[in-house]
T-cell receptor, first 109, second 115 residues
Framework: KNEVEQSPQNLTAQEGEFITINCSYS?????LHWLQQHPGGGIVSLFM???GKKKHGRLIATINIQEKHSSLHITASHPRDSAVYIC???????????FGPGTRLSVLP | EAGVAQSPRYKIIEKRQSVAFWCNPI?????LYWYQQILGQGPKLLIQ????????DSQLPKDRFSAERLKGVDSTLKIQPAKLEDSAVYLC?????????????FGEGSRLTVL
């Protein structure tokens, strides 16, 4: 069993739809990161969470520490949101990151 | 603030040849990571430096991969000799300080194709 799992693996949505990507993990963590990777591009950090909820523009990230689960929501999705979204957790010692496999999102106009 | 710089962006080599990648982290970032990302997978840690010391290189294939960060700033990752399965994007990332809440900043990556 992978330490960090994401669902769905692939997601296609129509422009304007509300999108949810899920992440579950099995290890103790000090923080959880949501990352965005565009084709051919580097990785950009969207959120770093250790509890509760954060919002940035149309993006919302939540985490439930007890259930070891996090969600990334995109409201009013747009084609420019098309990318791979990666969940990564930082272990309790704060040194190592474990990455999920990513969710490939395509938003169609 | 300048981001994490990596070069080259793309490299195509034949198997058994050697290749080197360079990374310059964000100024002042003590921790530097090299990750290998194979198409369709999440990044896999190859090596982690804290200043110029190695913190974790347990997943680095040491028979062919080597990395150094001599002055605690920029770093190089070398593969010699390359194999077909080394085709991947090599990502460098840095983090400001050794805490459990530091953010992670990635470079654009170096895409390696081994023919």
């Amino acid at each position: 069993k992978n330490e960090v799992e994401q669902s769905p693996q692939n997601l296609t949505a129509q422009e304007g739809e509300f999108i949810t990507i899920n992440c579950s993990y099995s290890v103790g963590i000090s923080a959880l990161h949501w990352l965005q990777q565009h084709p051919g591009g580097g990785i950009v950090s969207l959120f770093m969470l250790s509890s509760g909820k954060k919002k940035h523009g149309r993006l919302i990230a939540t985490i439930n520490i007890q259930e070891k689960h996090s969600s990334l929501h995109i409201t009013a999705s747009h084609p420019r949101d098309s990318a791979v979204y990666i969940c990564a957790v930082r272990d309790n010692y704060g040194q190592n990151f474990v990455f999920g496999p990513g969710t490939r999102l395509s938003v169609l106009p | 603030e300048a981001g994490v710089a990596q070069s080259p962006r793309y490299k195509i080599i034949e198997k058994r040849q050697s290749v080197a990648f360079w990374c310059n982290p964000i100024s002042g970032h003590a921790t530097l990571y090299w990750y290998q990302q194979i198409l369709g997978q999440g990044p896999k840690l190859l090596i982690q430096f804290q200043n110029n010391g190695v913190v974790d290189d347990s997943q680095l294939p040491k028979d062919r991969f080597s990395a150094e960060r001599l002055k605690g700033v920029d770093s190089t990752l070398k593969i010699q000799p390359a194999k077909l399965e080394d085709s991947a994007v090599y990502l460098c990332a840095s983090s400001p300080i050794r805490t459990n809440t530091g953010e992670l900043f990635f470079g654009e990556g170096s895409r390696l194709t081994v023919l």
